[in-house]
């Protein structure tokens, strides 16, 4: 049975956590982060069940909580975030800068419509993270530059680091953790937008751009192989990287039924003043102007114009993919051992 074989490994899983948190707390053993079993990325586990039975939290002072993991008991964390009471699980993970996180799956409260019958139409851009309608240009914080020329010198170390030896991976776990304060940024990025939007417009329309499969299409299959590959992929690390998708997935929590997502078609070449289409009118990649009446516009708020303007396609039924079910639990507290 399968059922059978998870709970062994998570069993097994379990038994390493217990011995690793051991060690982690230990004050007599300064050194002591632990590692996980594979030296892999994102292990974890989950632990569902009654709370008050299977598991428990509880908050110890402001900045301490208490998470009970069976057979390893009580263990602190740094409470960063508030546990709401509806959690039914969560999960503990190590994270690639060597992090411990414990997790808890909930989905973020909705939040009130203001009821002022305004609508906004956000466009994702890759120099800015998304461009309203207002004329407002949100960025979502990556690295500083000084970040950037840090991780390309270790970038470069790493290359040149022989393979299983100690200093690669110390080299690799530098890098881990720069790219997890980039992750952090953009995740608090997308929180604070997504509320901030929720609770200014009852209705916010973005483009359905199904990110999923843009990101992964870029380098086509054998026989039908993507073209531009290069330039693709670069932009759409860009648009992952400017948190655009985790955006309109908390949108989309935050304002459940007033997001509505809008076929992209020629919503960077229309004019949002005078409704003509014409790709000459994208004069570069910041800049509209319209080449009919002269209408210049930042070209992401211009896209973003018509964007609230449009007709929405996943609102009832329409042509649009349902979407996915599942949602991204919460990251609401983090364990680092340093609380
Ligand atoms: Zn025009």
């Known amino acids: 049975m399968a059922g059978r074989g998870f709970q062994t490994v998570q069993q097994q899983a379990l038994r390493d956590f217990a011995q690793a948190m051991a060690a982690f707390f230990d004050p007599g053993n300064p050194a002591g982060r632990p590692s996980w079993r594979k030296a892999g990325r994102d292990e974890g586990f989950r632990i569902t069940g009654r709370r008050g039975r299977q598991w428990d939290v509880r908050r110890v002072s402001r900045k301490v909580g208490q998470v009970w993991v069976p057979k390893a008991g009580w263990v602190r964390f740094r409470w960063s975030r508030a546990v709401p009471p509806e959690v ?16 808890f799956a909930a989905v973020p409260d909705p939040v009130p419509a203001p009821g002022n019958g305004q609508v906004v139409g956000i466009d994702r851009g890759v120099a800015v993270s998304a461009a309203l ?86 380098r086509g299959t054998r026989e ?41 078609h020629y919503t960077s070449q229309r004019c949002s003043a005078c409704g003509q289409v014409d790709r000459d009118s994208r004069e570069s990649q910041a800049v509209f102007r319209c080449t009919a009446c002269g209408f210049a516009c930042h070209a992401d708020v211009n896209a973003a114009i ?16 349902a979407r996915p079910v599942n949602r991204e639990p919460h990251l609401l507290a983090s364990l680092t051992g340093r609380g």
């Not at 990556?142 to 790493?158: C, F, P, S």
């Not at 952090?184 to 999923?212: M, Y």
């Not at 330039?231 to 949108?251: D, E, M």
Request: proline letters at 3%; a positive charge; aromatic letters at 4%.
């Open 306 to 321: 018509n964007i609230a303007a449009g007709h929405a396609v996943t609102a009832r039924g329409g042509d649009g993919a």
């Open 88 to 103: 039914k699980s969560y999960r503990v993970r190590m994270d690639r800068a060597g992090r411990w996180h414990v997790a």
């Open 133 to 218: 309608s207002t004329g407002e240009l949100l960025r979502c914080p990556g690295l500083t530059g000084r970040e950037r020329i840090r991780l390309r010198r270790l970038q470069r170390r790493l290359a040149r680091a022989a393979r299983g030896s100690n200093r690669r991976g110390q080299v690799k776990c530098a890098i881990a953790r720069l790219r997890a304060r980039e992750t952090d940024r953009r995740k608090d990025w997308a929180e604070k937008a997504s509320t901030g939007i929720a609770r200014r417009f009852d209705v916010i329309r973005v483009e359905d751009l199904q990110i999923g499969t843009m990101t992964r299409s870029a």
């Open 224 to 264: 039908n192989p993507g073209r531009n590959v290069r330039a693709k992929a670069g932009l759409n690390r860009g648009i992952l990287r400017s948190g655009w998708g985790l955006l309109v997935r908390r949108l989309e929590d935050k304002a459940p039924g007033r997001v509505e997502k809008v076929k992209p």
